[in-house]
């Protein structure tokens, strides 16, 4: 499963250069442009299988396999919004971390920087206001530079008093969900739709003000609905088969 995936890992930070411009390295080149679009659609496949899951929430599309300077960029992701949702609103995110040896996805609380506007931050800041859930961690950017913080009530509450200081820019709030390869593709998509409602709570609070009551419990009700229908189907699957 994600067998691409995990070999592009290795390839963090590598030069693409065209085949054709590449000299003794045209094979190499070829290889390397082979792997990294094969990485991407397997992400494809993973975050369309996790949309099923996740009514109302839509995918946007999934980050592309090197960057604008080509420079391989296997840590891919995607985004999810609800339908009512802007560009500039928090969203939810499925993201790869860590490196071929030890890696997997985070399901994390955060917004795409290049569409922020200028509430974009305050509403990011409103998922401090919520205690932190057992297994979920925050990711704070200071000076420029993101770092992991455990989930505790201490730590939640030195990030309001940094991000009311100024010291810290920005706060995730995100869960992690471990790759091996004994997993399959069903129990991998069915930790990821975990992650989405242990999160859940995070993202309406940073999007609530925006929203009106009547908005608000439609998203929860859909959201539920497509949950406990899919577990019944699974269920459902499991006694018939035995």
């Not at 442009?33 to 995918?59: D, H, I, V």
């Not at 399959?184 to 009106?212: C, I, Q, R, W």
Request: glycine share 4%.
């Amino acid at each position: 499963m994600l067998e691409n995936v995990q070999a592009y890992l290795s390839k963090q930070g590598v030069k693409y250069i065209k085949p054709e411009k590449a000299g003794p390295h045209q094979e190499e080149m070829e290889d390397l442009k082979a792997l990294g679009q094969a990485a991407r659609k397997e992400m494809q496949t993973l975050a369309k299988l996790l949309e099923e899951r996740l009514a109302p929430f839509k995918m946007d599309r999934v980050s592309n396999w090197a960057n604008q300077a080509q420079i391989c960029r296997p840590h891919f992701w995607c985004y999810y919004r609800v339908p009512e949702d802007s560009l500039d609103d928090v969203a939810m995110t499925i993201r790869l971390y860590g490196q071929s040896e030890k890696w997997g996805i985070s399901v994390e609380v955060s917004f795409v920087e290049r569409k922020k506007s200028d509430t974009t931050l305050a509403k990011q800041h409103k998922l401090l206001d919520l205690p932190i859930a057992p297994s979920l961690y925050y990711f704070a950017q200071e000076n420029g530079v993101s770092h992991r913080v455990e989930g505790t009530e201490e730590n939640r509450q030195m990030l309001k008093a940094a991000v009311r200081d100024g010291r810290i820019r920005k706060v995730l709030v995100k869960y992690d969900v471990v790759v091996t390869t004994s997993k399959t593709m069903e129990e991998l998509v069915e930790e990821l739709a975990d992650g989405f409602d242990k999160l859940k709570p995070y993202f309406e609070k940073a999007n609530k003000t925006k929203k009106s009551p009547g908005s608000f419990w439609r998203f929860s009700l859909l959201f539920w609905c497509n949950h406990f229908s899919t577990t019944h189907v699974r269920t459902k699957n499991f006694r018939d088969s035995y």
